[in-house]
């Protein structure tokens, strides 16, 4: 474009420059013909920012008049090429009722109770709600609801959903599945992968309207909250939000600041309250800050708006009464052997020792240092001999002059040898009642058994679960725990995309 040709330019239309669309806003004309264009972008990657160019560096400037449309024919019987954009036109008309609109229509056998979250939601000033039902009631679902109903209204160009590294892949099928809502999953390699592509300068949040990311991924590094700071969305939907209702941990204070980016909310959790009123205000209050003060003081009646809460004896409805299957709980008691109660009996003194303590501050410390030792010893005696191993190392580091107990070597010598004696016995009680267990269902590790999963609080109880399994069902012979087939460890120190692959293959059915 030469010369006079840049008077094509005006405020209002639309110009492709280095590829990308953008409307402009204003035109300075130069004293030599050329001139600074202002402009905003339209095109996916320059969506909503805006840009000057200058027209003597910037010389290939094409304006996308509309006498340049070709207009096609629908030559397909029955005109279905232009029904089908009629259609489209419908569909995306976006509705101002406060009523169902769409979701319905979804790939669900909807049930009433399903819809009481966002009919609730539609009802306050800014849609934003809690989903606190029970294990099974389908807060994911309610969830797609609440996000298809918003996208309908016109509310629901921009969506990140934030959820555990375990289960992004589950969240993203059930909402494309159901809802048709195709979230791009953002895991550490994805990210990686975006900002590889996009200039140092663009935001790799921008990319992609709709989105899943992890909160641990989030939180783990410092320059995403600079790129979070100037991103909004019409969404944000957390799962499992009870993580991080702790406003001083990184996660809580990352909820908190996303709860400031968006119009529109949905947090779910089956477990939104943990009994300290505290945390549960810090909930209510990322979906609305003026409802109820953070220190606790506020009633039923002040957070009832924001949430709705029901168990599976709630749901009247013999279709969704049908599908609940009884949970079989069976307790197993293990018999403790003599090495086991001389430990629990010398950490038991420790902890009636605490209580003699005159000074509150010693007090304290003798008695978490005591419990301590019995939740570790509860998970593993493996796991209480690692921590009594790190302590010792600890205090002899850097010895501490005050005799708490913690930092008192004859004491810690002494337990360690106590837990010395479970473990070279043998005579782990809780091991040896789950070993019987798994015998009498016939469990040897073959790949036609039942899987199972097992809990446990500390790492080195999941690593002592394997060695000795592995030895007493003859499993593998392989020392290293990495490369163990059979038997996997899952824990947090994992990244997304292992966690996530070892998820879909304890599902599928020819995996070891």
Same mark, same amino acid.
């Given at each position: 474009?030469?010369?006079?040709?840049?008077?094509q330019i005006a405020p209002g239309v639309r110009i492709l420059v280095r590829g990308e669309d953008f409307l402009v806003n204003k035109k300075e004309q130069n004293h030599d013909y050329t001139c600074i264009i202002s402009c905003q972008g339209l095109s996916e990657l320059v969506k909503g920012k805006h840009f000057k160019f200058d027209t003597t560096i910037d010389k290939d400037i094409t304006v996308l008049e509309p006498d340049n449309t070709l207009l096609e024919a629908d030559t397909e019987t029955g005109y279905q090429k232009t029904k089908l954009f009629i259609e489209t036109i419908l569909r995306n008309a976006s509705f101002t009722s406060k009523k169902i609109e769409i979701s319905h229509k979804s790939a669900i056998s909807g049930s009433? *109770?399903? *819809?009481?979250?966002?009919?609730k939601a539609l009802n306050l000033p800014?849609?934003?709600?809690?989903?606190?039902?029970?294990v099974g009631l389908g807060k994911t679902v309610e969830a797609g609801i609440f996000m298809a109903e918003l996208i309908k209204r016109g509310q629901g160009q921009r969506i990140l959903v934030i959820a555990l590294k375990s289960i992004l892949a589950q969240f993203q099928q059930e909402l494309w599945n159901r809802f048709a809502i195709p979230l791009v999953r953002l895991d550490s390699e994805g990210i990686s992968k975006i900002k590889a592509e996009l200039p140092e300068n663009?935001?790799? *949040?921008?990319?992609?309207?709709?989105?899943?990311i992890s909160i641990d991924t989030l939180k783990n590094n410092a320059k995403f909250k600079h790129y979070l700071e100037k991103s909004r969305w019409d969404i944000i939907a957390i799962d499992e939000v009870h993580t991080v209702a702790n406003v001083d941990s990184l996660r809580g204070s990352l909820a908190q600041f996303l709860a400031t980016r968006c119009q529109a909310m949905v947090l779910t959790s089956a477990t939104p309250h943990n009994g300290k009123k505290e945390s549960f205000a810090n909930i209510i209050t990322m979906l609305e800050p003026t409802a109820i003060p953070r220190n606790g003081d506020y009633s039923k009646v002040n957070v009832e708006p924001y949430y709705v809460r029901r168990f599976k004896n709630d749901i009247m409805e013999a279709s969704i009464q049908d599908k609940f299957q009884d949970r079989e709980i069976i307790t197993l008691n293990p018999k403790l052997s003599e090495d086991e109660i001389a430990f629990l009996k010398f950490q038991q003194n420790l902890k009636i020792d605490s209580f003699q303590r005159k000074e509150d501050k010693k007090r304290k410390k003798d008695l978490l240092f005591s419990i301590g030792l019995f939740k570790s010893f509860m998970s593993s005696p493996r796991a209480c001999l690692k921590s009594i191993n790190n302590r010792i190392e600890k205090v002899i580091a850097s010895p501490a002059e005050d005799d708490l107990k913690e930092n008192n070597l004859s004491i810690l010598e002494e337990a360690k040898a106590l837990v010395g004696k479970v473990i070279n016995s043998k005579q782990d009680s809780k091991y040896l009642i789950l070993k019987e267990h798994l015998i009498k269902k016939g469990w040897k590790g073959r790949r036609s058994d039942d899987r199972i999963i097992i809990f446990s609080e500390r790492i080195e109880t999941m690593i002592y679960l394997a060695e000795s399994l592995s030895q007493d069902f003859d499993i593998e012979k392989d020392v290293d725990i990495d490369k163990k087939k059979v038997i996997k460890l899952f824990d947090g120190t994992m990244s997304d995309v292992e966690q996530q692959e070892l998820v879909e293959d304890f599902g599928k059915e020819d995996s070891d």
């Open positions: 474009m030469e010369g006079n040709a840049y008077n009433n *109770f399903q *819809f009481t979250p966002t009919l800014r849609p934003r709600i809690l989903i606190a039902d029970a663009k935001n790799p *949040f921008d990319y992609y309207d709709k989105m899943i």
